[in-house]
T-cell receptor, first 112, second 115 residues
Framework: EDKVVQSPLSLVVHEGDTVTLNCSYE??????LLWYKQEKKAPTFLFML????IEKKSGRLSSILDKKELFSILNITATQTGDSAIYLC????????????FGTGTRLTIIP | DVKVTQSSRYLVKRTGEKVFLECVQD?????MFWYRQDPGLGLRLIYF???????EKGDIPEGYSVSREKKERFSLILESASTNQTSMYLC??????????????FGPGTRLLVL
């Protein structure tokens, strides 16, 4: 059975700290891994990592994919209160119909 | 910009009622999805559709049905609502995969409370 596991479930840090969120996966026919940020409502897309793009960076956020060890990390440096959100990791698990399996998410809270 | 809208942000229903949740996307996406999101369980796929009148069960289809009569609209139906269906419901849409995974775009969610 395909599985995506995120850790920690919850994280509270002070503004300015650096955080690392983890996502491990077990899936047949791996193609890509996606990170989403969910604030009050809809998850919004952050990064997609594939075999040909195992590191992505956007401002203070960066993500790497380790295909050998089957995990990804999302790093946020110099955190701000606006980074408070649930961060979701997802992996497509069905050829052709793009079904995504999500992890449980990590709830990140940044204290001013 | 892709826009996915859901008919209600908050909904309160009684046990046994029939509930319709509507989702509309304006980007001509073939694929549409319904998830529920619960604390500690993450997003779980209920049903998805890859074309008009086509549907496939996701991981937790029991107690739900769907309808896709038009490409832009995907409805989730709770035939007889139960308290364990109290949840946040999220709709998403995407293009078919042409290579690497195309991202899914999410609606704002409907928070359903069943009393």
């Amino acid at each position: 059975e395909d599985k995506v596991v995120q850790s920690p479930l919850s994280l509270v840090v002070h503004e300015g700290d650096t955080v690392t969120l983890n996502c491990s996966y077990e899936v047949t026919n791996f193609r890509s891994l996606l990170w989403y940020k969910q604030e009050k409502k809809a998850p919004t897309f952050l990064f997609m990592l594939t075999s040909s793009g195992i590191e992505k960076k956007s401002g203070r956020l960066s993500s790497i994919l380790d295909k050998k060890e089957l995990f990804s990390i999302l790093n946020i440096t110099a955190t701000q209160t606006g980074d408070s959100a649930i961060y979701l990791c997802a992996v497509p698990t069905n050829f052709g119909n793009e079904k995504l399996t999500f992890g449980t998410g990590t709830r990140l809270t940044i204290i001013p | 910009d892709v826009k996915v809208t859901q008919s209600s942000r908050y909904l309160v229903k009684r046990t046994g009622e029939k509930v319709f949740l509507e989702c509309v996307q304006d980007m001509d996406h073939e694929n549409m999805f319904w998830y529920r999101q619960d604390p500690g369980l993450g997003l779980r796929l209920i049903y998805f559709s890859y074309d008009v009148k086509m549907k496939e069960k996701g991981d937790i289809p029991e107690g739900y049905s769907v309808s896709r009569e038009k490409k832009e609209r995907f409805s989730l139906i709770l035939e007889s609502a139960s308290t364990n269906q109290t949840s946040m419901y999220l709709c998403a849409s995407s293009l078919p995969v042409q290579g690497p995974q195309e991202t899914q775009y999410f609606g704002p969610g409907t928070r359903l409370l069943v009393l």
